[in-house]
């Protein structure tokens, strides 16, 4: 027996979270509508930069990847409220592609989306971890 099977054996994983219920917690509630909020706020930064497109020169190609990256931030939050794994993923990975694309494009640093990581995998995981077993 190897070292990774010896702490397998005697740390089993599988009952860390036995006593978890599907049922939303308020924690869990709390998490999303933490993020949910820091979401709607940069996608009020990228109206406001949609508003002011002309006067930026910024090309207008951009906004239809950005709105349609802020789409999947939502659609990622709404699939974590449902418990679907997929949404686990998708909502991180669409939110450094937004923080990417400002950079990139714009060359801003947006604190909107950096903490929004950080609620994500913090808070955010905190609550969604103990989750698991119920996501599909």
Known sequence: MDAIQKFLY??????EFANESPKKDLGFI?????????????LGIDYDEYLQSD??????FYFIIIFGVDLL??????????????????????LMTHFLLH???????????VTNLFLFISVGLLAFIPKWQFFK
């Not at 005697?10 to 009952?15: K, V, W």
């Not at 709390?30 to 940069?42: D, K, N, Q, Y």
């Open 10 to 15: 005697f740390y089993p994983m599988n009952d």
């Open 55 to 60: 006067d930026l020169g910024i090309p207008g």
């Open 103 to 113: 950079n990139y494009f714009l060359t801003t640093f947006l604190y909107t989306d």
């Open 73 to 94: 931030m939502i659609i990622g939050l709404i699939l974590i409220f449902f418990y679907r794994k997929i949404g686990i993923y998708l909502f991180p990975t669409a």
């Open 30 to 42: 709390l998490s999303l509508a933490g993020l949910m909020l820091f979401t709607v706020m940069g």
